[in-house]
T-cell receptor, first 114, second 116 residues
Framework: NAGVMQNPRHLVRRRGQEARLRCSPMKGHSHVYWYRQLPEEGLKFMVYLQKENIIDESGMPKERFSAEFPKEGPSILRIQQVVRGDSAAYFC????????????FGDGTRLSIL | AQKITQTQPGMFVQEKEAVTLDCTYDTSDPSYGLFWYKQPSSGEMIFLIYQGSYDQQNATEGRYSLNFQKARKSANLVISASQLGDSAMYFCAMREGKDSSYKLIFGSGTRLLVRP
């Protein structure tokens, strides 16, 4: 019974390159969330998606960041023209419907920008 | 204003003793959920326990219990009989019912170190 799968676990990019982070939710979960964690800080919400729809992107930077959750395949968080400040751990979580449903997290992708 | 406040950046506890990690929250929404997560040094986020705003009893999950004081807006995590493997960062988080996305709002965390 696989949990939330994120890949890659570690990603190194040079400034100006693109980063693509992938997330497959737990089986049966239709709600996907992306969070960002800077060192020694808590997680900050970025975006919430359901299949083929972005529901809430209030935490996403206005430029360079985008997310999708296609009908088939994993959810993708895409960062274009990366800068040093994008270095962080990016976590994906999935849940069932409902306020009392816990979000289950993947192991995260550690993004390092050279 | 901070929605979730964890005032203890770091805590020590002796192995086999109990420890309380503080969490206070701020919301005007009558419907909300409170969650605790553990983040070991390996980095993953592990769900520990949930408390709903309408729950009459404090939540318990094994050695974890939640001391929920609604009037004080506090949701402290109690870990009984601490083990060395409990050493980790602990995050308190809240979901508000008025927020249809049900996103989690996290505190800044408490680093717990269990001494042998």
């Amino acid at each position: 019974n696989a949990g939330v799968m994120q890949n890659p676990r570690h990603l190194v990019r040079r400034r100006g390159q693109e980063a693509r982070l992938r997330c497959s939710p737990m089986k049966g979960h239709s709600h996907v969330y992306w969070y960002r964690q800077l060192p020694e800080e808590g997680l900050k919400f970025m975006v919430y998606l359901q299949k083929e729809n972005i529901i809430d992107e209030s935490g996403m930077p206005k430029e360079r960041f985008s997310a999708e959750f296609p009908k088939e395949g994993p959810s993708i968080l895409r960062i274009q023209q990366v800068v040093r400040g994008d270095s962080a751990a990016y976590f994906c979580a999935s849940s069932l419907e409902g306020i009392n449903q816990p979000q289950h997290f993947g192991d995260g992708t550690r993004l390092s920008i050279l | 204003a901070q929605k979730i406040t964890q005032t203890q950046p770091g805590m020590f506890v002796q192995e086999k003793e109990a420890v309380t990690l503080d969490c206070t929250y701020d919301t005007s929404d009558p419907s909300y959920g409170l969650f605790w997560y553990k983040q070991p040094s390996s980095g993953e986020m592990i769900f520990l326990i949930y408390q709903g705003s309408y729950d009459q009893q404090n939540a318990t999950e094994g050695r974890y219990s939640l001391n929920f004081q609604k009037a004080r807006k506090s949701a402290n995590l109690v870990i009984s009989a601490s083990q060395l493997g409990d050493s980790a960062m602990y995050f308190c988080a809240m979901r508000e019912g008025k927020d249809s996305s049900y996103k989690l709002i996290f505190g800044s965390g408490t680093r717990l170190l269990v001494r042998p």
